[in-house]
């Protein structure tokens, strides 16, 4: 038997950046045809256990999803259907025989553009927007602000969140905000902020996928991720009967091509350009490493 | 057709609502230059025949038909006001039909401009100043109309159908809430706009002012024609007789024997309220064996002095009080339980729950009490009980305790509440307008229990916009104007006037009339 | 001090409190009209989905910006003529319509949007509409900046304003709107159709509403997302109590609303969080209850909404 | 012939069961169409949304488990709505019910089941009541109208969840993410059948509808409810205590919507979340218009909803179909609902065939 059957149960609609990003790996691996692949979109964690057990019930062989809001629910659908993979965005540890987990670790990348950004500011100072303070969100603030602090020490911050995933306008006025109070770079988490960036005329740093084509000139760099190391590894894992209970989440790591860096270089210059390459070569190696931080971010005093 | 002085003709016209026919098969004639009287009893579909003409209602069968300008007579599309309108027909209805948050004048203008124009006040205002002048029917235009009394209201009203220049102008009770001086106007006014050939249709039920205004008379009764009388030949009595369909016997009251005072206001100040007029130094008394008169226009306060006595109210300043405690706060249930039984002025809205079955209806006021209630739970079965006999001894006609009291003709409701409050054996009571809208068999049969209830002991204090049922009732007569009332003595030192004067306002008539 | 001199001194705070407002002026004049005619609109926040949706995707289809405008209002006219239907040809409550059509437009919106665009990954965009300079207007002092920022959406909302108010208070027509939601016999008496009024208020007020929603796809931003009204619908039906009803008050309590949030935006920017975000999120809406506690009393409700009017029955 | 229309006296029971049947049947059909625009075969779709809802124990567990909450905010509108108390605020209250019982449930009480599952019942019952004795008060003391109110106090209380959630109230084992501590293992409800998410509120639920029914016909409470809904002014007049009957009514109908949100936090959830809700309180309206305001009906409507949500939503599923239809369902459902309800007030007679009586 070729082909696996797959699920997905995404709590968001599939064109949000991070749901976006596995949905489109699925979808690849659906065109190579080594996948079946099947989704449900918008589900609210309220229905999110039906959801899965009514995928259990159609007899998929791997099923992809958001454990965030519904860690026991999921863990408990995952014991009472051994025979299937579950590899579920999650913030706690995997769970044998079958949930294994994984999450959106680009804090890597985000580390290297926080060194562009840091470099290119000449107001230092940088507005980032967010949706909520969670800890995905955190995480990748935070290696920013120190990317960005390792080059630029005088750089300043200041930090919002909209209170909401889906509200383009909102953000987009958030982010104006800060560039009337001085920013030149932005930091942009969500859909709304390189709008603003392109209005004024300044720079915005991406997040999660690539933006680059829809504001020429606008975007400095992005921190990608990339869902195909861990979507096909699972998927090839299921096929080998070799998947288990494990942490996927190192797939997001620049190590394994999860994560990674593009930049402007037009934008950026050669310094910059070279100031980010040359700690991304030590990240790579091994030699450094980012932290991590899941704290709620806040802007600098 | 040749022409002829007909202005208008009603031919065939049945109007049904449920299983009621409001209108029966009624024909009417209006010629030029004539006052046609409508008179019939409350619901006899006086009302019911001019919307049909205006278009508001949709006869069941019949047709309307108007003359045109060529002074041909053509027939009106059923429903449609707008087409009565440009017939030159205007309406003066019997409850208001104003917007309260526009002004006098765009409430006259209302309708007559094209929609999508600029409009044209400046013109408006001229030719209505021009009408004001003609007829005296003086009111300011630029004011709110909820800023306005009732009187310049209903002027408001009039003004309407006059500034559309109507042929046939049709006035349902227009007098209602004028002061007899202030009718007097408007007839001086009619009576000159008929000259110039208006026709005209008044409806009231005051026979004083068909006889001095009309040229004609027109009787229904139950829906259907009784008569026409030219009113030359006809005369008060005949014209009762017609509308009620069977001699009208007087009601014989022997005078009361006042005993000792049960309830009384001193000093009452009372605040408006909504449309509430206000009272001013208000002093009553009402004693246990006598029936009292509140006489007094609409909306001069009688509503403040019933909203005291319903418990709905307490006075703002001096005191009232009853069996000699001070009432100190506003509370229906605690007057009831001291054994005032109240009647409210306007059955359907305060009176009854419609939704509800007569059974429910008549123990509303005392559920919490031991007869209907148990630990917070209904006791049915005693409910139900009590409405049997209600209905029966008070002859309400229904189809049993179980139906829905909106379903109960005006005068039946009447019954029930009659039912409600008096089989508690009272020992005050407020009949407010207790025979509205009654046929005359219901009146006299609320009449006898209101004095058999005299009789036994109780006071009573009865307001009513009908002299003639004051007259019959009252032991002494009350008259309230512009929120004050005075003491206008026993009903035998009185005559209709006088009575008609102090209403107007004329407080010191009594004091002309001592000297 | 010296931050909010800052902020209320700069002309880009103005320009984002007009931009903020817009959406709501077009809504809250929406509410206003159907409210002024006695009809109650819950269906306001479907609406608005509705109108962001249809505009938004018409112009994606190649209808262009104004072909888009036209198509939100149609929407919105469409949703609008059936409340209509519901509560003044049936007579039906208007709260459970005005809910009803909200749930109805909004899941028709979503539906329609993923059914037309089954694989976008990511929401595809349109040229939305850019500011315009109006020629005198523009070069005032301090004023003009702000306005220079505002695109013709903006424009057209303010413009709105004045049109309606102009109708209501200066023509036989808002004559006739006025008095069917306070009494609708004084509007029947003098030969108006009462249904015929409340139904264009109803479907025009509709329309606005729905160029709210439009005004966000179409101008604030250039794509459709799930989720993105994100209750300004809601917010309009509190202010139009606010407004007591009229059109310049109507224009001003969305400025505030506007202005605040701009200002909340901003100062969380500049001084960062001193209090949980949320409280500055909570006050407009406790600010609305207030305001709504405040003028209660006072307010000039039309007397009329809510209810029902059937041809040829007493009331 | 012409047609036209006449108040009905009294609807029967009959008349109201066919009336609701037909409606939802009239839904059933205009669902074809997005069916067919998103080139489905609609009875495929029918069958497959009959077998999502009922189709299995474990269908007919999640579409019990998806009623309950809705069966207490139909309760809570059907009481307020009888009242003509326009309770817009269901789901606000609902949050206050939860965040009441997860504040008792999660460690400030130590007590055995038998009294924890008591003591955050009544915790939610009065929060969810207080937020909407508030509304109700600013009514009676200052005119404001409680539609908008209650509407805009849903955002506040979600605005005041997530700041707590984020705050005070944050699990330090969470992971970072804005949720509440877990209610304590006494505090939670039981499953009602092992391994399906069926719980005790259902039994909740049901018990809290017999309750009101019995309030409704029995009480003297139920009478003056009744008399104020229907005719204030009348009911004044009879010397009924309006406000304090208004009041009542808050208590309860805000009371009954924390019970929801009670039974899905410590039935479902077990810790406080802002996503608790996916609009239970505003559904709740729908339910208990669709239940003509009678209290057993809104058990009926909310399984209705509940199934059609559910099963529409499993048929998006088997079907391709995008899952936005559920939604759409349940819109056209309330809707073809309420045009339904018209047939219940009016009768449509012809003018000609009027028999004389
Ligand atoms: N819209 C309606 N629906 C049901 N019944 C109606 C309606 N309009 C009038 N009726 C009934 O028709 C009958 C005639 O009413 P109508 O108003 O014509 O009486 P009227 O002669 O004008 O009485 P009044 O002197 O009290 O004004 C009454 O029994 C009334 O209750
Ligand atoms: N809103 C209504 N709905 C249904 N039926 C009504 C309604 N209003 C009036 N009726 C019916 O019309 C009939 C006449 O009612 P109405 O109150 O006008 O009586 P009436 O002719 O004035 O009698 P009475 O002399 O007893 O006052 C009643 O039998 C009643 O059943
Ligand atoms: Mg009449
Ligand atoms: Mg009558």
Redesign the pocket.
Known sequence: QDVTRVAAVWTVPVEQQWASRLHNALIAAEERGEIDYVYSENITNTDYERVMREYAEQGVQLMVGEAFGVEQPARAVAADYPEISFLMGSSLPPVEPNFATFDNFIHEPSYLTGIIAGLKTETDKIGMVGGYAIPEVNRLMHAFMAGALSVNPDATFSVSFINSWYDPPKAKETAFAMVDAGADILYAERFGVSDAAKERGILAIGNVIDTSTDYPGTILASALWHGEPMIDKAIADVKAGSFTASDYGIYAFMEYGGGSLVVDESLAGPEAVAAARAVEATILDGSFVVEIDDTEPTSSQ | MSPSKTLLSLENITKR????A?NDDISLRLDEGEVLALLG????GKTTLMNILFGHYVQDAGSVRVKDREGNLVTLPPGSPGAALAAGIGMVHQHFTLAENLSGLDNIRLGTEKLLSFGQSGRAREKIAQIIAESGLDVDLERRVDSLTVGEKQRVEILKALYRDARVLILDEPTAVLTPQEAEGLFTVLRRLAANGLGVIFISHKLGEVLSISNRILVLR?GRKAGELVTADADRRAIADLMVGKAVTAIDRKPGVPGAPVLALEGVNLGKSGARQSLVDVSLTLRAGEIVALAGVSGNGQSGIAALLSGLAIPDSGLFSLFGQPVLRADPRDLVRAGLARMPEDR?HDGVV?TMSVADNIAIEDVRSPGFSRFGLLDRKAMQERAVTAIERYDV?CSGPDAEA?????????KLILARVLERTPKVILANQPTR???IG?QSEVHRRILAARDRGAAILVISEDLDELFTLADRFLVIHAGQVVDAGPTETLDRATVGLLMAGHMNSIESRAS | MDVLLDIFGSANFWAAAIRIATPLIFGVLGALLCERAGVLNLGIEGIFVAGAMAGWLAVYLGAGLWGGVLVAALAGATFGLLHAFLTIILGLSQHVSGIGITLLATSISYFTYRTSLPSVTSPPRIAPFQPIAIPVLSDLPFLGPALFQQTALTWLALFMVALIAFVLYRTPLGLAIRAVGDNPASVEAQGLSVRGLRIGAVVTGSALMALGGAFLTMSAFDAFFFGMINGRGWICIALVVFASWQPGKALLGALFFGAFDAFQIRLQAEIGQVVPGQIFLMLPYLLSILALVLVARKADYPRALLQPWTKG??H | MTLRLE?R?NASLGLRLSVSIASGLAALLIVAIPVLAAAGNPFTAYILMAQGAFGSMFALSETLNRATPLILTGLAATIAFRARLWNIGAEGQLYMGALAAVLVGSGLLQLPPALMVPAIMLAGFVAGGLMMIVPTLLKQRFGADEVVITLLLNFVVILLIQMLIEGPLKDPLAMGWPQSVPLLAEARFDKLIPRLRMHWGLVVGLVAALVLWFMVRKSVLGFEIKAVGENKAAARFAGIPVDATMLKVALISGGLAGLAGVSEVAGVKFYLSADLSPGFGYSGIVVAMLAGLSPIGSVLAAVFIAAVFVGADSMSRATGISSYIADLVVALSLLCILVGSFFLRFRIAGIGRRVEV
């Not at chain 2, 609502?17 to 009621?20: Q, W």
């Not at chain 2, 909106?406 to 009447?414: D, E, P, Y």
């Open positions: 609502f449920g299983a009621l409001a009893e409350n619901g006899a139950s359907q419609g006609r909106r379903l109960l003709s005006g005068g039946n409701v009447q809208g009654l046929d219901a | 029955q007493r | 108040p006296a």
